[in-house]
Structures are given as C-alpha cells and as structure tokens.
C-alpha cells in the first residue's frame, strides 16, 4: 500500500506565501510524475502544477509565475511553493503521485488534502 501525506496548508493574507509538502510512504519500487490539483467550493477538481521524475514540470496559467513544484526524488516528496497569493487560491489542495509498487504495477494515489484560505 501507499500513502501520501500533506503538509503545509492554512490561513493567509492576499499576497502571502505557503509553501505545501506531499511525502509519498509504503511499498514504493518508483514514483513517477507527481502533482497538485486543488478543488474550490462548487467548483470540479482542477490541475494546479505536475513534476516528472525528470523534473519537467507544467503548470496551470492561473498560477504560472506565482506558484513552483519542485521534488525530491530521494524522499518521494513534492513540494508547491505558493506565492503572491490571491484569495481565488482558497481551495482544498490535493497531491497526486502515479507510484510503481513493489511487487506490482503503477497505480494513481492522491493526499486526503490540505485547505489553503487566503483571505483579502
């Protein structure tokens, strides 16, 4: 089994920063591309930024230039440095990783997620 564990979400100011952690834990052979999508109120899950295991990342144009995921290949762990905050940032933020486990094939898992509030 895999786990993915968040970190890093809260209360901010318009123009803030937060930064979110994603580890990846459990009975990992690889980790492939791994990403954040986020989920405002009444609205569908949407693509925030993904990371390949080669550390070519895309990014949703709303956050190009604010935002930057980066990983560490070693910890199984991405990262997403928020900046400049807008309060249209407000949404529950979600890690997703595609994972090759040991002993078997590559499957899709996802964080139980992170609220992130930016407040004007």
């Known amino acids: 089994q895999v786990q993915l564990v968040e970190s890093g979400g809260g209360l901010v100011q318009a123009g803030g920063a937060l930064r979110l952690s994603c580890a990846a834990a459990?009975?990992?052979?690889?980790?492939?591309?791994m990403g954040w999508y986020r989920q405002a109120p009444g609205k569908q899950r949407e693509l925030v930024a993904t990371?390949?295991?080669?550390?070519?990342?895309n990014y949703a144009d709303s956050v190009k230039g604010r935002f930057t995921i980066s990983r560490d290949n070693a910890k199984n762990t991405v990262y997403l440095q928020m900046n400049s905050l807008k309060p249209e940032d407000t949404a529950v933020y979600y890690c997703?990783?595609?994972?090759?486990?040991?002993?078997?094939?590559?499957?899709?898992?996802w964080g139980q997620g992170t609220q992130v509030t930016v407040s004007s």
């Open positions: 459990g009975s990992i052979f690889s980790v492939n591309t």
């Open positions: 997703s990783a595609g994972v090759w486990v040991v002993g078997g094939g590559m499957d899709d898992y």
């Open positions: 990371i390949s295991s080669v550390h070519t990342t």
